[in-house]
T-cell receptor, first 116, second 111 residues
Framework: DTAVSQTPKYLVTQMGNDKSIKCEQN?????MYWYKQDSKKFLKIMFS???????INETVPNRFSPKSPDKAHLNLHINSLELGDSAVYFC???????????????FGPGTRLTVL | KQEVTQIPAALSVPEGENLVLNCSFT??????LQWFRQDPGKGLTSLLL?????REQTSGRLNASLDKSSGRSTLYIAASQPGDSATYLC??????????FGKGTKLTVNP
């Protein structure tokens, strides 16, 4: 019973290709996130969606387009992949959005993307 | 802009030792602080969540404290075991709901 799942776990692709990473949570949470962990292991927020609506966009290049078909899914589509996109991408979810929610975030296992 | 710093960056201890990991943050206007564990090549496991109104949380051999006014948190691990070897990440949540992470402390517990 995986709470937050991501597919694929590993993704190796050529520069210039378009790829997608999928995320699903079965926790009934309202908010989902995408984080990027770079080669130095530093984790940074990319996007956040609450109930299918974008609430955080951290100046990520517009080659990255998140899509939330429903509140249990948040997919990440990347166009024209570049070498610098190589990283581990983590999906996360939390119960509620809004100030003072103080909610715990639960992370998926990550997707290791390698761009050659 | 919130910044989170973790000290030390790496720590190596013999099995059985009690140890403390430190986390500091620049903006005290947080809603919560979360400690995570990350094993090599794996995802993040949430260890403890401390709400801004709380001073500490305990789970088994782990105890996390929060001093919001001074922008500090500590994670205390009692009677360390080789299985505790991992990278420990501290993260804070502010008004925008996003987690801001430190760079982690890599812990090695030697048998």
């Amino acid at each position: 019973d995986t709470a937050v799942s991501q597919t694929p776990k590993y993704l190796v692709t050529q520069m210039g290709n378009d790829k997608s990473i999928k995320c699903e949570q079965n926790l009934g949470h309202d908010t989902m996130y995408w984080y990027k962990q770079d080669s130095k292991k530093f984790l940074k927020i990319m996007f956040s969606y609450n109930n299918k609506e974008l609430i955080i966009n951290e100046t990520v290049p517009n080659r990255f387009s998140p899509k939330s078909p429903d509140k249990a899914h948040l997919n990440l589509h990347i166009n024209s992949l570049e070498l610098g996109d190589s990283a581990v991408y983590f999906c996360a979810s939390s119960p509620l959005a809004g100030a003072n929610s103080g909610n715990e975030q639960f992370f998926g296992p990550g997707t290791r993307l390698t761009v050659l | 802009k919130q910044e989170v710093t973790q000290i030390p960056a790496a720590l190596s201890v013999p099995e059985g030792e009690n140890l403390v990991l430190n986390c500091s943050f620049t903006d005290s206007a947080i809603y919560n602080l979360q400690w995570f564990r990350q094993d090599p090549g794996k995802g993040l496991t949430s260890l403890l969540l401390i709400q801004s109104s709380q001073r500490e949380q305990t789970s088994g051999r782990l105890n996390a404290s929060l001093d919001k006014s001074s922008g500090r948190s500590t994670l205390y691990i009692a009677a360390s075991q080789p299985g505790d070897s991992a990278t420990y990440l501290c993260a804070v949540t502010g008004g925008s709901e996003k987690l801001v992470f430190g760079k982690g402390t890599k812990l090695t517990v030697n048998p």
